[in-house]
């Protein structure tokens, strides 16, 4: 559009000096001159007025955009003021709160249904057997006690006093290659005689809080000892630890495991505490911080003799709980016990949140080819391999101070 208007400046310049030339008889140096005066006024003034034009957009522009800035600072502001409010309100417990509520109503449901579904069923046995008597309720199981130790607390503090505990692995492997995936530190007590006592022989079962903190105390140094030695040599393995509330709860022992743990970071990496299911669905507050402060160390956790798998598992893997541990046999035979899953997704349903299923006390090869069907890879048992005793260039050497007398003198 501009070209054509230089292009008419042109032409009526031309035509303004062929008028002066014939029509008012002008010399054509005149008639020139004239023409080129007329043009360059045209060219200034058309300049100028496109000037004022871009100068009127331009400030639009500036002005629209200084609106815009205005808005933009303004919503800033109440964004600020929001997040500043939103920092301002606790929501931690009122989400725990609301968390707790909606498990709570999940097993409220749950039940209601199972109650729902037999209260149907006894009405379709009811209109098909009318003559039938009630059922009579069934009556409630007194709770299966375990045995006592048949070795007492004042034998076992004895024992300890005289060095006689000593810590056995048991391997988990990984299906179907069965390569080694951890091992658990499995304490052992030697007897008089020889004889080696297994766990259920002597841990308290009630009471005798010191004595389980020392064995587990035992332990973890056991562990840091054959870890460190492991990744020497290029042999890093996942070692599953005992521990229970009895460490937790008590403020020395726990401040004791954390300086443990501290001064040996650099193998928290392989270390996994091993905790009854039990004992994980009762923490209180001091003890789970204890475990929020395991966890910054990179510690793993595994809950032995799971329950039930009807659990929060985002919760669970948010405080590093890498396996659950299920007996094999009961997972197989009745597995509606444990989940309300399919047992063939129950496994994959764990992994989304990095949670593996652990089979534990498997007996027959039979028990291997179901789980594997079932989608479990890590198991453990006497099929498998038995607990033994630890390689002399891993672990601890203890020698019973009691029985090196008797040495002596045989």
């Keep these: 559009m501009q070209s054509l208007v230089y292009v008419f400046i042109a032409l009526a310049a031309l035509g303004l000096g062929a008028t002066g030339y014939y029509g008012l008889t002008l010399t054509p140096l005149e008639s020139f001159l004239v023409a080129v005066m007329f043009a360059c006024v045209a060219v200034v003034l058309v300049e100028r007025q496109l000037r004022q034009r871009a100068e009127n957009r331009l400030e639009r522009a500036i002005e629209d955009l200084s609106r815009l800035l205005s808005?933009?600072?303004?919503?800033?502001a109440v964004l600020g003021q929001r997040i500043n409010a939103m920092a301002d309100i606790d929501a931690g417990p009122r989400l725990e709160g609301v968390e707790a509520d909606i498990s709570v109503l999940g097993t409220v449901i749950r039940q209601v249904a199972e109650a729902v579904s037999e209260i149907e069923d006894r009405?379709?046995?009811?209109?098909?057997?009318?003559?039938?008597?009630?059922?009579?309720a069934p009556a409630i199981e007194a709770p299966v006690r375990e045995p006592?130790?048949?070795?007492?607390l004042a034998q076992l503090r004895q024992s300890l006093t005289e060095?006689?505990?000593?810590?056995?692995?048991?391997?988990?492997?990984?299906?179907?290659?069965r390569r080694a995936f951890g091992h658990d530190l499995v304490p052992r007590l030697m007897l008089e005689d020889g004889d080696l006592a297994d766990q259920i022989d002597f841990m308290p079962r009630r009471g005798g809080e010191d004595v389980v903190r020392q064995i587990e105390q035992l332990a973890l140094m056991e562990a840091v000892t054959i870890a460190r030695r492991a990744r020497t040599n290029g042999q890093a393995s996942n070692l599953f630890i005992p521990l229970s509330r009895a460490t937790l709860s008590d403020a020395n022992g726990a401040e004791q495991l954390l300086a443990t743990l501290e001064a040996n970071r650099a193998v928290c990496g392989g270390l996994v505490f091993l905790i009854a299911d039990s004992d994980w669905g009762h923490l209180n507050s001091v003890e789970r911080a204890v475990i929020a402060a395991m966890v910054k160390k990179g510690i793993g956790f595994s809950l032995s003799k799971t329950r039930s798998l009807r659990n929060d598992v985002a919760?669970?893997?948010a405080r590093s709980v890498r396996s659950l541990r299920v007996d094999a046999a009961q997972f197989i035979s009745s597995p509606e016990t444990l989940t309300d899953f399919h047992p063939s997704d129950i496994a994959d349903y764990?992994?989304?949140?990095g949670i593996?299923?652990?089979?534990?006390?498997?007996?027959r090869e039979a028990q291997i080819l179901e789980l594997l069907e079932d989608g479990i890879v890590l198991a453990q048992g006497t099929h498998i391999a038995s607990a033994g005793p630890i390689r002399p260039d891993l672990g601890v050497d203890r020698v019973p101070s009691a029985m090196m007398p008797r040495r002596a003198e045989m």
């Design 71 to 76: 808005t933009d600072a303004q919503a800033g």
């Design 350 to 353: 764990l992994g989304r949140f």
């Design 123 to 136: 009405g379709k046995t009811t209109s098909s057997e009318p003559e039938r008597p009630a059922p009579v």
């Design 148 to 152: 006592e130790p048949r070795i007492s």
């Design 315 to 317: 919760e669970l893997a």
């Design 163 to 177: 060095n006689r505990l000593i810590f056995h692995v048991l391997q988990t492997v990984k299906l179907p290659q």
């Design 356 to 363: 593996e299923l652990l089979a534990t006390n498997v007996t």
